[in-house]
């Protein structure tokens, strides 16, 4: 039987895992864990391991990745689309997807996915491509995505394909990394985002991200985020759609059952990564900084279960719905790693607005 889910104040006595940070000189990826980090901090260490990053200094992981997109995605992008979509699509957009998985996220999605599926949606969707998390028989997740082949009728162009294939990449990193206890979901109105659309300021700071270094790699894909964004890299609709859901979740009363907290329109100057609702800003220098000071160091894990157990007195054989691993304390925080004006003895302030 599945453990009783943690309350709100049980969630407070958690202490989330410091994301780890692709570090050059070990030119291994990270190691991370089931929704074991803070929204914010997960953000702020994928962020800075790829954006704005020239080719040397990227890990020989992403120097692969980003020249087998690249020599794949212009081989493939120049050939008729019918032709296309009657012979490899498949497999061209699956390679695709190992390649951006492995460029942005750690290579960290790949042990979750299943093979994704290209089909024909019903006419008059607007959607272009779908999402879904399932959770197997051993507590473990699997994530599928759905693309329509289609985009107003005729066969769709690699490039959209492919904006549609980050999109939804995105949503899955966050699904099955960002934690997702009663404290941290409290503030879905500024975090990864409102249930039904997971579009929340979070999600567009990372999908952003990912737009603007895809973009310097290819001139269609640009074409299509500047298309697709009004010359923004931020998607109006997935800004519509939450901003629908926000208001539907105050009008039903939810957001006073579970205790949300106030949707915040002016994001604090003090985020290493401010998302508003007309831009981004990233503040890369401030964010390597604080990345390359906070990253968590890889040290023997403990099970949450262990930690959590020891935290509330339980019985080390009681089960609790939470299956992720958790470092030592050292390398656990609760403040949010986005840095304010230092103390005078070297510590400094963290913004709360996360």
Known sequence: MPGKPLSLVESYLIKHLKP???????NARPSLQVRAYRARDLLNCTVASFYDISNEDLTSHQRRAKKEFIELFERQAKRPIAELHDTDLYSTLKTLKACLDEFFFFGSLTPFSQEFT???????????GL???????DKSFRFKITLDKRRDGKPAALPELVATLVH????????????????????????????????GPIFRGMHYAAMVSLASWSEELDRVFRIRSGGTYIQRSSLAS???????????????????????????????????ED???????????NVKRTAASIRPAISFREKLSKILNLDSNSETPVEFKIDSAKDCSDADSDTSVPFSNGGSTADRSD
Not at 118 to 127: K, N, S
Not at 131 to 137: D, K, M, S
């Open 279 to 289: 831009s981004v800003v990233i503040d890369v220098d401030r964010l390597r900084a």
């Open 20 to 26: 780890f940070a692709y570090k050059k000189r070990h």
């Open 131 to 137: 999402f879904n998390l399932t959770e197997t028989e």
């Open 118 to 128: 290209l089909t024909h949606f019903p006419p008059g969707t607007r959607l272009h």
């Open 242 to 276: 939450e901003k629908i859901s926000i208001e539907d979740v105050k009008k039903s009363g939810d957001s006073q059952k579970m205790h949300m907290l106030p949707y915040i329109r002016k994001p604090s100057s003090r985020l290493l990564i401010r998302v508003s």
């Open 168 to 199: 939804e990449l995105t949503h899955a990193f966050l699904r099955v990394f960002a934690c997702q206890c009663p404290r941290c979901l409290r503030n879905d109105f500024n975090g990864v985002g409102i249930k039904t659309t997971r579009h």
